[in-house]
């Protein structure tokens, strides 16, 4: 499908100078506008690094799932997008798509979007826990048990975006991919609901002992975690919704050409807008984490000062 896809896009698009003139414009924004974000993801990404392994009041296992959340938007903006400019320009000089490289640069893109999607995921079920487990979360939640996690994420990743070369088995693996990817999405509208739900109960538990007026001491301490915990669930909230906005048009997209409900010349129309918005999450991550997540954000204002004094000297 794949295969026959590319081979549409060669015959019909390229051979039709008229479609092209239309889609030219739509190529040449896409191509600056990625062009810009690809500078921007990298300076904003490796800064975040820096930062979040100089946070420590960041809890270990989510310090570890960020890092690999960024390191992935870090591939996005220097491997990624310099690959997909590359076919865009081709595309602006009317060369014919060569297959094989279509394949490899779908794997590269799949793979990082796969990972970003599933360390998304993986956060938001570790904020579920943080708050579900309270007292035992440091005890089941351990480091090894994270990075196994992480590992695990960036395994199942290559191997989903790999199915383009499984030539016998691809709408097999297509739709298999597409059940985990649904199955995940409906996982994390669950687990915030969930989260959502224990941060009500322990906010009206709290009020109700300060009312009372009893065990003065625990209630300080419990107001303090619950507030923490409330923060660090908000701030990877904020995170897994824009993560959502920018892939939801994407995949529904991809649904439709796998249902063939649209054609691969539409979808190879379509696909410039709704890759640049799965791009642009990238970038809009750490504008994420330093907005509503107050330790990351500022240690991030300590090191831009720091820059700063550096160029005054």
């Not at 499908?1 to 081979?7: I, P, Q, S, Y």
């Not at 794997?107 to 993986?122: A, D, E, K, Q, W």
Request: overall charge positive.
């Amino acid at each position: 499908m794949a295969e026959k896809a590319c081979d549409i896009l060669n015959e019909s698009f390229y051979g039709t100078s008229a479609d092209y003139q239309d889609f030219r414009p739509a190529l040449v924004a896409n191509c600056v506008f990625n062009s810009f974000l690809s500078y921007t993801n990298i300076f904003l990404n490796i800064i975040t690094i820096h930062a979040i392994r100089k946070t420590a009041l960041l809890p270990k296992p989510l310090r570890t799932l960020l890092l690999s959340l960024v390191a992935t938007d870090v591939g996005v903006g220097l491997l990624v997008q310099p690959l997909y400019i590359s076919t865009l320009v081709s595309r602006l000089k009317q060369k014919r798509i060569d297959c094989i490289y279509d394949k490899g640069l779908s794997v590269v893109i799949n793979f990082f979007c796969m990972s970003s999607f599933f360390n998304v995921v993986t956060i938001s079920v570790d904020r579920f826990l943080a708050v579900h487990l309270h007292l035992r979360y440091q005890e089941l939640v351990t480091h090894k048990r994270v990075i196994a996690a992480v590992i695990s994420t960036w395994l199942l990743s290559a191997i989903i975006s790999s199915n383009v070369f499984w030539d016998p088995l691809f709408i097999i693996s297509q739709v298999i991919g597409l059940v985990i990817i649904t199955g995940c999405l409906i996982l994390v509208v669950i687990v915030y609901w969930r989260i959502y739900i224990i941060l009500k109960r322990h906010k009206n538990q709290i009020e109700e002992l300060q009312i009372q007026e009893v065990q003065q001491g625990v209630q300080n301490g419990d107001l303090s975690n619950f507030l923490k915990l409330r923060k660090s669930a908000l701030g990877t909230f904020y995170v897994c919704i824009v993560f959502l906005i920018c892939y939801l048009p994407s995949y529904i997209l991809y649904i439709l050409l796998l249902a063939r409900l649209l054609s691969p010349i539409s979808f190879y129309e379509a696909s410039p807008y709704t890759n640049t918005l799965v791009f642009l999450n990238s970038s809009l991550n750490p504008v994420i984490y330093c907005w509503k997540m107050g330790p990351i954000r500022r240690t991030l204002m300590d090191i831009m000062r720091s820059i700063v004094n550096r160029f005054k000297q």
